[in-house]
């Protein structure tokens, strides 16, 4: 089946630095990938659509300048949050299609980010 | 617009009980439906899902059935276990507006001995 890895899992840093959360899609291509914001007991906040080769279409309210997206290739989008503070603090999701499938087919999720600024 | 609307949790059910957990949706187009499933600190994972009118998807003793003449996507599932506490979204997938899923609000369920 389609795999989704998604690293690191946990981060615990500082307020002020810099957080990097990669997203592959082990098994398959993606040219659109999805990271979701997650608070604790709430559903799924999309934040932005990553598109492979462009940039990404962030939904409205997301600071772009803030979550920094790269989708460098068809297996691999990153999430940086840049200069990170407590309010940041959160679970992070990302969520990959296999190309060209239409919307019958699901998106396949990773196990998620779990970032606390101190 | 595209949405999904979930029953709200959170549900407490006794092992071996039935389970029904509602979901309907509105969309403007032909919509894919799908149930995934929130164990505690992980990701989603795809439980089941349902591509047209009418289809049932099924997995893990879980059930739904895409019923278009009342928008529903209700799940169920006839002797829950214990194992099967976890966090349950529903939604939708629409090919008019392209990738995006939209997401019910998530039904908490915890199952007892």
């Known amino acids: 089946g389609a795999v989704v890895s998604q690293h690191p899992s946990r981060v615990i840093c500082k307020s002020g630095t810099s957080v990097k959360i990669e997203c592959r899609s082990l098994d398959f291509q993606a040219t659109t990938m999805f990271w979701y914001r997650q608070f604790p007991k709430q559903s799924l906040m999309l934040m932005a659509t990553?598109?492979?080769?462009?940039?990404?279409?962030?939904e409205q309210g997301v600071e772009k300048d803030k979550f920094l997206i790269n989708h460098a290739s068809l297996t691999l989008s990153t999430l940086t949050v840049t200069s990170a503070h407590p309010e940041d603090s959160s679970f992070y999701i990302c969520s990959a299609r296999p190309h060209g499938q239409g919307n019958r087919q699901p998106q396949h999720f990773g196990d998620g980010t779990r970032l606390s600024i101190l | 617009g595209n949405s999904v609307t979930q029953m709200e949790g959170p549900v407490t059910l006794s092992e071996e009980a039935f389970l029904t957990i509602n979901c309907t949706y509105t969309a403007t187009g032909y919509p894919s439906l799908f149930w995934y499933v929130q164990y505690p600190g992980e990701g989603l994972q795809l439980l089941l899902k349902a591509t047209k009118a009418d289809d049932k998807g099924s997995n893990k003793g879980f059930e739904a059935t895409y019923r278009k003449e009342t928008t529903s996507f209700h799940l169920e599932k006839g002797s829950v276990q214990v194992s099967d506490s976890a966090v349950y979204f529903c939604a939708l997938s629409d090919l008019d507006t392209g990738n995006q899923f939209y997401f019910g609000t998530g039904t908490s369920l915890t199952v007892i001995p």
């Open positions: 990553s598109n492979e080769g462009s940039k990404a279409t962030y």
